[in-house]
C-alpha cells in the first residue's frame, strides 16, 4: 500500500534534531583552471578514451580480474548470480507483444535457450492462453551462429499496411550503430538483393515497397558533431547508397536529421516528415512536398507529434507558446488539429486536449484507430484516460489505483489497447482493454518472483535546499526497526525528463528486499515526475538542484532513522552515473557505497566524447566560458580529491557503448585510484549502454552489484 506523507512540522522537528547531529563534509575548494584535467595538457588519463586501446584494454583486463577476484570470491555471489540467472532467464515473463494488421500479434523473445532472441507471432486467441504456440519468424542466435557474427537484435520497421517487407536492425555487439536488411516477413528470408544499409547510427523509414528515407553516414561531411546523420535521403531500390537523393541537409551543430511517414489507420501515407533535432529539446519539423521541396511546419521548437486518430494530428507542447491562430498554450499541454486542414493552413485553430496541474504529468500517449489513450500520472501514481476526438470527451480506464500504467500497443483495426500494470510490490499485469468501451480484461500476469510478505511502499517527500519539496518512495518489510541499522539502495536519475515510476523489479526484490535490504526511489527535478517545467528546473545552470533534491533524501532517510550513513548506499546510470559521481564527490559523508553504472564523469570533455555533443541542451557547453563555470562546479572526475572519505565504489562500463564514452568510467576509476582510494571496476566488453549483449552477461553484472552492496551495506556494523 502506499502512506500518506507525513507531516510538515513532524518533518522539520525530525531534520532539525538531524542536523544538530550531522557533520557534513565540508565542500570541495573552487576549481582552478589549470588544475587537475581542467584541460587535456593537465588530463594524464586521455588514452583511456582509447576505447580499443592495447594500453587501455591491458589496464581494463586488469582491473576486471581484480574485481572478479574480490566479488567472485565472495562465497555469496554464486548464489545470488543463481538467482539472478533464473530470474532473467525465466519464461514466465509477460511476452510483450505489439498488434500486426492482420490481428496477430508479435514478440521479440529472449530465454536461455534463446540469449540472443526471436522475433515471432501469435494470435490473440493463443496469447491469451497459458503456453501459446508462437510461430517464429527470425532466430537471432541461429542468424549469428550461420554468420558468424555477435549480432544483437535492435527492432523492426515493416512497411503498412500488409507489413511483409522489413527493415531489421542488427547491431554488432550491442552497439547503437545497426546494419539494416530487408527482410520478408512471409517467406521468413532476407530479400535477395533486397535493400542493405551498412552499419550507422540512424535510420530508415519506408515511403513504399520501392522507397526508404534513409538517414545514415554518408561519408564525410554528413554526420553532426554528435556523431548521428545529418543528411535526410530518399533511396530506390535497385540504387547504391551513393545514388540516394538528398532530401534535406542540417547544419554540424545539429543532434540528428531522420525522416518518417505519418500514416492514418489503414496505413496510407498521409505526410512525409523530416525532423531536424536543433538541440536535444529542441526540433523543427519539415514537410516534404510531393516535388521533393521542404516546408517548415508552425510547431513551437519544444514538442512532440504525438499521433494520427480519426484525422486529427495529436502534439504535446513543451514550452508555453502562441499558435498561428493567436491562441496561447502551456507547457505541458496537448493539443490537436485536423491534419489536412492545418496542413492547408496553418491559422486554423487548435483544440486543447489535456492541460495538466502542477503535480501531474503524462508518461505516455498512443493510439488506436478511433481513441487517444494518455497515461496520465497524478502525485507519481498512474491513471489511463481514454478520448474521443470526436469531441475530446474522455473517461478513466477502469484499472487498479496507485499503480504505474503503461499505454502499449492499440490496434489499427479497432480500438484494442494493451496497458501494463505494475508497482514496487506488484507483479506486472497486462490488460486488453477495448477502448471504446474503457474496459479492460486481464490477459496476463506475473507470478511473484520474490515473497512480499509483510512489505510495503511508504511515499514520503524531503525538503531540498530551496525549500522545493521532493517525493521519494521507501519500499521495505513492515517490521524494520526504525534505528538507522537497515541497510538501504537510494536509487536516482534526474535528467532527460525521465521519470521515475512504481514497477516491480524482481531482481530488486530476490536480491535485495527478500534479504533485508530497503529500497528506495527519488523522484528528483531533472525528470518528469511533475511534467516538463520539473525538467527544465534542474537544466544547465540549475543543474545544481538536482544534485541537492538527491541530498535532501538521503538526509531525509537518515533524519527518519530508516538508514544511516554506514548503511546507505546509492545507485544510478548513464545521467543517473553522473548523479552519483556529484553524490560521491559534495557528500561522502552521508553514504558508505556507490554502484556508479555506465557514468557520465568527466563533464569538461562530455562533449567531444561519442553522442556527448548532443546534450548541451541538458547540461551546457563547456566551451562557453559562463557555462563551463557551472559545469566544472560538479564535474565528478574534476571534484575527486585527496582526504576525502569517498567509500569503496563499484564502477562499470561497456566496451561496445558507443553512446556514453566508456572513457569516462575508466578514467573516474584511474582517478582514484591514484588519490589512494579503493575502487572496483568492471567493464563489459560487449553490450552497448545497456550493459549487456545477452541474458548471461546481465545476470553476471547483477550478481557482482549486490554482492558489491551485501558486503559493504549487510556487512557493516550500524551506527551507533
Given at each position: 500500500?502506499?502512506?500518506?506523507?507525513?507531516?510538515?512540522?513532524?518533518?522539520?522537528?525530525?531534520?532539525?534534531?538531524?542536523?544538530?547531529?550531522?557533520?557534513?563534509?565540508?565542500?570541495?575548494?573552487?576549481?582552478?583552471?589549470?588544475?587537475f584535467a581542467t584541460s587535456d595538457a593537465t588530463d594524464p588519463y586521455l588514452w583511456l578514451e582509447e576505447v580499443d586501446g592495447a594500453r587501455a584494454m591491458e589496464w581494463v583486463n586488469a582491473r576486471n580480474a581484480r574485481t572478479f577476484a574480490v566479488l567472485q570470491g565472495d562465497p555469496r555471489y554464486e548464489g545470488l548470480h543463481q538467482q539472478a540467472l533464473d530470474i532473467v532467464q525465466s519464461r514466465d515473463r509477460i511476452p510483450g507483444v505489439g498488434w500486426n494488421r492482420d490481428g496477430t500479434l508479435s514478440n521479440f523473445w529472449q530465454d536461455a535457450q534463446h540469449v540472443r532472441g526471436l522475433w515471432r507471432q501469435t494470435t490473440v486467441d493463443s496469447y491469451r492462453t497459458a503456453t501459446p504456440e508462437w510461430e517464429t519468424i527470425l532466430d537471432i542466435d541461429a542468424l549469428a551462429?550461420?554468420?558468424?557474427?555477435?549480432?544483437?537484435?535492435?527492432?523492426?520497421?515493416?512497411?503498412?499496411?500488409?507489413?511483409?517487407?522489413?527493415?531489421?536492425?542488427?547491431?554488432?555487439?550491442?552497439?547503437?550503430?545497426?546494419?539494416?536488411?530487408?527482410?520478408?516477413?512471409?517467406?521468413?528470408?532476407?530479400?535477395?538483393?533486397?535493400?542493405v544499409l551498412p552499419e550507422s547510427k540512424g535510420g530508415a523509414a519506408w515511403i513504399d515497397a520501392?522507397?526508404?528515407?534513409?538517414s545514415r553516414d554518408f561519408g564525410p561531411g554528413t554526420l553532426t558533431t554528435s556523431g548521428y546523420p545529418m543528411v535526410v535521403k530518399r533511396l530506390k531500390r535497385g540504387q547504391s547508397i551513393d545514388q540516394a537523393e538528398?532530401?534535406?541537409?542540417?547544419?554540424?551543430?545539429?543532434?540528428?536529421?531522420?525522416?518518417?511517414?505519418?500514416?492514418?489507420?489503414?496505413?496510407?501515407?498521409?505526410?512525409?516528415?523530416?525532423?531536424r533535432g536543433v538541440s536535444f529539446y529542441e526540433s523543427e519539423t519539415w514537410l516534404l512536398n510531393p516535388d521533393g521541396t521542404t516546408r517548415k511546419l508552425d510547431l513551437p521548437a519544444k514538442s512532440d507529434i504525438n499521433g494520427l486518430v480519426a484525422g486529427q494530428l495529436v502534439v504535446s507542447i513543451k514550452q508555453d507558446w502562441t499558435a498561428p491562430s493567436g491562441q496561447d498554450f502551456k507547457t505541458g499541454d496537448v493539443i490537436a488539429w485536423p491534419l489536412d486542414a492545418w496542413l492547408a493552413d496553418p491559422k486554423v485553430e487548435a483544440k486543447l486536449v489535456i492541460r495538466p496541474t502542477?503535480?501531474?504529468?503524462?508518461?505516455?500517449?498512443?493510439?488506436?484507430?478511433?481513441?487517444?489513450i494518455v497515461a496520465l500520472y497524478d502525485n507519481v501514481r498512474g491513471s489511463v484516460q481514454v478520448y474521443d476526438p470526436s469531441d475530446w470527451s474522455h473517461e478513466r480506464m477502469a484499472l487498479p489505483e496507485n499503480v504505474t500504467v503503461g499505454v502499449g500497443s492499440g490496434s489499427d483495426t479497432d480500438d484494442r489497447v494493451f496497458v501494463s500494470v505494475s508497482g514496487y510490490l506488484t507483479p506486472s499485469t497486462l490488460y486488453l482493454a477495448d477502448a471504446a468501451g474503457t474496459g479492460a480484461e486481464v490477459i496476463k500476469s506475473l507470478p511473484a518472483k520474490f515473497d512480499a510478505t509483510g512489505m510495503r511502499?511508504?511515499?514520503?517527500?524531503?525538503?531540498?535546499?530551496?525549500?522545493?519539496?521532493?517525493?521519494?518512495?521507501?519500499?521495505?518489510?513492515?517490521?524494520?526497526?526504525?534505528?538507522?541499522?537497515?541497510?538501504?539502495?537510494?536509487?536516482?536519475?534526474?535528467?532527460?525528463?525521465?521519470?521515475?515510476?512504481?514497477?516491480?523489479?524482481?531482481?530488486?526484490?530476490?536480491?535485495?528486499?527478500?534479504?533485508?535490504?530497503?529500497?528506495?526511489?527519488?523522484?528528483?527535478?531533472?525528470?518528469?515526475?511533475?511534467?516538463?517545467?520539473?525538467?527544465?528546473?534542474?537544466?544547465?545552470?540549475?543543474?545544481?538542484?538536482?544534485?541537492?533534491?538527491?541530498?535532501?533524501?538521503?538526509?531525509?532517510?537518515?533524519?527518519?532513522?530508516?538508514?544511516?550513513?554506514?548503511?546507505?548506499?546509492?545507485?544510478?546510470?548513464?545521467?543517473?552515473g553522473l548523479f552519483m559521481g556529484a553524490m560521491l564527490t559534495q557528500r561522502p559523508d552521508l553514504i558508505n557505497a556507490a554502484v556508479i553504472q555506465v557514468p557520465l564523469f568527466d563533464m569538461l570533455r562530455f562533449h567531444k566524447l561519442l553522442a556527448g555533443a548532443s546534450w548541451i541542451a541538458e547540461y551546457g557547453n563547456p566551451d562557453v566560458p559562463?557555462?563551463?563555470?557551472?559545469?566544472?562546479?560538479?564535474?565528478?572526475?574534476?571534484?575527486?580529491?585527496?582526504?576525502?572519505?569517498?567509500?569503496?565504489?563499484?564502477?562499470?562500463?561497456?566496451?561496445?557503448?558507443?553512446?556514453?564514452?566508456?572513457?569516462?568510467?575508466?578514467?573516474?576509476?584511474?582517478?582514484?585510484?591514484?588519490?589512494?582510494?579503493?575502487?572496483?571496476?568492471?567493464?563489459?566488453?560487449?553490450g552497448g549502454h545497456a550493459a549487456g549483449a545477452n541474458l548471461r552477461e546481465t545476470a553476471r553484472r547483477l550478481a557482482l552489484e549486490y554482492t558489491y552492496l551485501t558486503r559493504r551495506l549487510m556487512d557493516a556494523p550500524a551506527q551507533e
Open positions: 500500500m502506499i502512506r500518506s506523507l507525513v507531516s510538515a512540522a513532524a518533518l522539520s522537528v525530525a531534520m532539525g534534531s538531524f542536523a544538530m547531529a550531522q557533520t557534513p563534509t565540508p565542500p570541495n575548494p573552487p576549481l582552478a583552471e589549470g588544475a551462429t550461420a554468420e558468424g557474427k555477435n549480432w544483437v537484435y535492435k527492432g523492426t520497421n515493416c512497411l503498412a499496411p500488409e507489413e511483409r517487407l522489413c527493415l531489421v536492425s542488427l547491431s554488432d555487439g550491442g552497439k547503437d550503430a545497426v546494419v539494416l536488411r530487408e527482410f520478408d516477413a512471409v517467406s521468413k528470408t532476407f530479400v535477395e538483393g533486397g535493400f520501392d522507397t526508404l528515407l534513409v538528398t532530401l534535406f541537409t542540417g547544419q554540424p551543430t545539429d543532434v540528428s536529421v531522420s525522416g518518417y511517414t505519418l500514416r492514418d489507420a489503414d496505413g496510407a501515407v498521409k505526410a512525409v516528415l523530416i525532423n502542477e503535480r501531474q504529468a503524462i508518461e505516455g500517449i498512443g493510439t488506436t484507430r478511433n481513441r487517444l511502499v511508504d511515499q514520503h517527500e524531503a525538503t531540498s535546499a530551496d525549500g522545493t519539496k521532493i517525493p521519494y518512495f521507501v519500499v521495505h518489510k513492515d517490521d524494520i526497526p526504525m534505528d538507522g541499522s537497515n541497510p538501504t539502495i537510494l536509487y536516482g536519475y534526474g535528467g532527460f525528463e525521465s521519470s521515475l515510476l512504481p514497477g516491480y523489479s524482481a531482481t530488486v526484490g530476490k536480491l535485495w528486499l527478500e534479504r533485508g535490504g530497503v529500497y528506495v526511489i527519488a523522484n528528483t527535478r531533472g525528470g518528469g515526475e511533475f511534467g516538463p517545467r520539473w525538467h527544465e528546473a534542474a537544466l544547465q545552470e540549475n543543474r545544481q538542484r538536482a544534485h541537492e533534491d538527491f541530498q535532501a533524501v538521503a538526509l531525509d532517510l537518515e533524519a527518519r532513522r530508516i538508514t544511516s550513513q554506514p548503511k546507505l548506499g546509492i545507485m544510478g546510470g548513464s545521467q543517473g559562463v557555462e563551463r563555470a557551472w559545469i566544472q562546479q560538479y564535474s565528478p572526475y574534476q571534484n575527486l580529491r585527496a582526504g576525502r572519505p569517498y567509500p569503496e565504489v563499484f564502477i562499470h562500463t561497456s566496451t561496445k557503448d558507443d553512446r556514453v564514452h566508456p572513457g569516462h568510467a575508466r578514467k573516474a576509476a584511474a582517478r582514484l585510484e591514484e588519490l589512494g582510494y579503493p575502487v572496483l571496476f568492471y567493464e563489459n566488453t560487449d
